[in-house]
């Protein structure tokens, strides 16, 4: 006998049986008289709709009007089954995106607020929701581990806080420390994967020797500096945030700081948009702004010989409108062929480790065909380019692993704008 | 020749504006209307705010009247309606005919403001079951509703839980013959789901939809406040049935944005009928030898460049008897067919 509560399609609350019934005198108890309700194919839950909007900041997900243009600009649609147009209708037909894999998916890369004409705003509405869901303990796992470390060590990968600076001993070139030197025209918020990966040190050791060389009076905060960790903000972790952003702040004024060069779009963003409101009165730079002005003083001699395809990060393409810097930069190079993806500057590709996507590799793993990542170095090895550059500390192992995942291992080669430049200045 | 009046036939909002103009410019006007009032379907229809500024239909329409009662350039005939015509530009002769009398009024030109009527889904279609559930109702019953300030089911007088709205009704369909887009029902729609939603809060609404044709400003003005603010759920896709379940409602068509079927309960389910030309368009476009185009509206001759010409010379149309057209159009229209009324009359006198 079939276990009617697993008759297809048949919920067992559809499902109307008598014990006990004898009809013509003939014994139909039980499954001999079931009956299954009319079913409601779906319904519409406005609620649930309602539910979103009334989270501080979610009010504009009930503006979307289905005309679609998200969904094909959404880089986690290129490779799944996603984009606001869909959660929209999903959470009007039934789902709660609260507790629905659809909230974590999101890279708030920001291409669908690019084209919205409705100004439904992923960016404010995620962080909301997933800040909700936080509270009521509905966070992957793994990203939950990411929000111990920065709340324990202040950096998401669980490193010492201790050895922040620890990169530094590596560096030929100077690297003063402000608890030491005090005062510096220019403080360098090196932030985490710049000092703690390796792919990350190897950029930061190459932007040492050009600050070092261009004679700018910097300094870094080493322990004293926590992540800005505007990713897990983005991931909803407010509260951390603001715990992360005070200390910094703090370190900020102790040193009297006016001016601060960033190697992660993320902490510009950060910095940029979210300090102000906690008090921070400083100017943010990120270092290809920076550097792109200064490039002639930089005695580039060595012609490279290199095809070269650059990457724009979202938080400093579309979040904060710098995209011409970091090619400025690589035009400047001697021997750089620039050629571009299809996907460029304002309709750029997410390497998917924004917004948490850094960190949740192994959930969307069942929800992607392949990563974002993967996607984008597909795109990169298709312009027959020899180097992918980039200028995110996310993105040199996020696309090197890509490189090694999608077999283009010697093919394509990942560097930040800031190793090429050393590269020419002789090594 | 003496400078002669001129013929408005209808004293809806198109034809009480034509005669306003003419006055206005010091000609005469000779308004015809039918009823016994002034204020056309907004009136007798009982429209209770307008499209798409929620200004009172009734305050308007006796705004509108009051503009020509009593102005020694206009003679108001109502209950009277024109019988017969004879003569051309410059020089007609009409009879106007009403419950007691008829004589005949010499005329320069003729503006035909004689509008439209509501579509009624009773007439090819019964897929909504519009006269077998008294829960299913019209724009035009909801209106009423609206304003009386009393939104309840006519089946059982509770106020709805859940009501929608199903566009195109009689509107787009070449089987019913009215394949033209009535233009004004998605406004009126998007506007009444706000005053839905003012009236009974508690009352969740659904628009089922082609596609919502929200020309100009009524895109901000109705359409994204009644979703934004108002948080009524527009769904792609119009029902195409409408069952009985329970003591309410079932709507059975497809989400085309979802591509499945759907299924879902309603309290209470309002056509957005269509506009269709009416009895007085039909009937004035024979007696004053207008074309009228294959869905009976008054032909309009110069395309996009003359919008109110007929083809009978010194003839013209105005508002929704030329077609679908909201007030705005209506009144636009008219002001346009007055002009041309007058310089037919200007000519006239001119040329004897």
Not at chain 2, 139 to 153: A, F, G, I
Request: overall charge negative; glycine content about 10%; some cysteine.
């Amino acid at each position: 006998m079939k276990d009617p509560t697993k008759v297809a399609n048949v919920e067992p609350e559809r499902i109307v049986e008598k014990e006990h019934v004898v009809q013509d005198g003939m014994d139909i108890s039980g499954h001999w008289n079931r009956m299954f309700e009319q079913r409601t194919i779906f319904d519409y839950t406005p609620e649930l709709l309602e539910k979103v909007r009334a989270v501080d900041g979610g009010d504009s997900f009930g503006y979307c009007y289905q005309c679609a243009q998200c969904v094909p600009v959404c880089p986690v649609h290129l490779v799944g089954d996603y984009g606001p147009r869909r959660i929209y209708r999903r959470v009007q037909t039934g789902e709660d995106l609260f507790t629905s894999p659809d909230l974590w998916q999101c890279t708030t890369c920001m291409n669908c607020l690019r084209v919205c004409p409705k100004e439904v705003d992923m960016i404010q509405i995620m962080p909301a929701v997933r800040e909700r869901a936080i509270l009521d303990g509905t966070v992957p796992a793994e990203l939950q581990t990411v929000f111990e470390n920065t709340a324990e060590y202040g950096n998401p990968l669980g490193e010492s806080p201790k050895k922040r600076a620890a990169w530094t001993k590596k560096s030929d070139a100077p690297v003063p420390l402000m608890k030491e030197k005090k005062k510096a025209d220019l403080l360098w918020f090196v932030e985490c994967y710049p000092s703690y990966h390796p792919r990350g040190i190897d950029a930061s050791l190459a932007l040492a020797r050009i600050l070092n060389h261009l004679e700018v009076d910097f300094g870094i905060l080493g322990p004293e500096e926590k992540c800005s960790c505007d990713s897990q903000r983005l991931a909803g972790e407010v509260g951390l945030f603001e715990e992360c952003a005070e200390h910094n702040l703090k370190m900020f004024k102790r040193y009297k700081v006016r001016k601060v060069l960033v190697t992660d779009p993320h902490a510009l963003n950060a910095f940029r948009k979210e300090y102000p409101d906690l008090g921070g009165k400083f100017e943010t730079v990120h270092y290809t702004t920076f550097l792109a002005e200064r490039m002639d003083e930089l005695g580039m001699t060595k012609e490279l010989g290199v095809k070269v395809t650059f990457h724009d990060p979202c938080y400093l393409g579309r979040h904060n409108g710098e995209y011409d810097a970091p090619r400025n930069m690589l035009a400047s190079i001697p021997g750089v062929e620039l050629v571009e993806m299809g996907r460029c500057r304002e309709n750029s590709y997410c390497c998917g480790g924004g917004g948490g996507g850094m960190w949740l590799d192994g959930f969307m793993s069942d929800h992607v065909e392949m990563r974002l990542s993967e996607q984008r170095v597909l795109e990169a090895v298709e312009t027959g380019a020899d180097v992918l550059a980039v200028c995110c500390p996310y993105e040199v192992s996020r696309f090197e692993d890509a490189v090694k995942s999608t077999g283009n291992e010697g093919k394509l080669a990942v560097k930040d704008v800031v190793e090429l430049v050393v590269e020419s200045m002789g090594g | 020749m003496p400078e002669l009046p001129i013929l408005v036939v209808g004293g809806g909002p198109a034809g009480m504006e034509a005669a306003r103009g003419i006055a206005e410019l010091g000609y005469q006007a000779v308004v015809v209307e039918k009823q016994s009032v002034l204020g056309g379907t907004p009136e007798l229809a009982g429209y209770a705010a307008l499209t798409p500024d929620f200004a009172d239909a009734g305050e308007a329409m006796k705004k509108m009247a009051a503009a020509i009662e009593g102005d020694p350039n206009v003679e108001i005939r109502l209950g009277s309606t024109v019988t017969a015509a004879s003569g051309s530009a410059g020089d007609f002769e009409v009879t106007i005919k009403n419950r007691d009398t008829a004589d005949k009024v010499r005329v320069g030109a003729v503006i035909l403001a004689t509008g439209f009527q509501h579509f009624d889904p009773g007439r090819e279609t019964q897929q909504y079951g519009y006269y077998e559930f008294d829960d299913v109702i019209t724009l035009v019953d909801l209106e009423q509703m609206l304003h009386r300030k009393e939104l309840v089911r006519p089946s059982n007088g509770e106020v709805p839980k859940r009501l929608c709205f199903i566009q195109c009704v009689g509107s787009r369909d070449r089987q019913i013959g009215n394949e033209y887009c009535s233009k004004v029902c998605c406004g009126v729609a998007a506007k009444q789901s706000i005053e839905v939603r003012q009236l009974a809060p508690d009352c969740r609404v659904f628009v089922f939809y082609i596609d919502m044709r929200m020309y100009g400003y009524w895109e901000n003005e109705i359409y994204w406040p009644s979703q934004e603010e108002y948080n009524v759920n527009y769904v792609k896709g119009i029902a195409t049935e409408v069952l009985k379940k329970g003591d309410g409602l079932l709507v059975r068509g497809e989400d085309t944005t979802m591509g499945r079927p759907m299924e879902v309960p309603m309290d209470m389910v309002v056509l957005s009928v269509g506009m269709e030309p009416s009895a007085g368009t039909r009937e004035m476009a024979k007696i004053f030898g207008c074309a009228q185009n294959k869905y009976d509206f008054i032909e309009t001759t110069e395309g996009a460049l003359n919008t109110v010409a007929t083809t009978a010379d010194g003839v013209f149309a105005c508002g929704a008897a030329t077609g679908p057209a909201d007030l705005e159009d209506s009144i636009s229209s008219a002001a346009a067919a007055a002009m041309k009324a007058i310089a037919t009359v200007r000519r006239a006198v001119a040329a004897s």
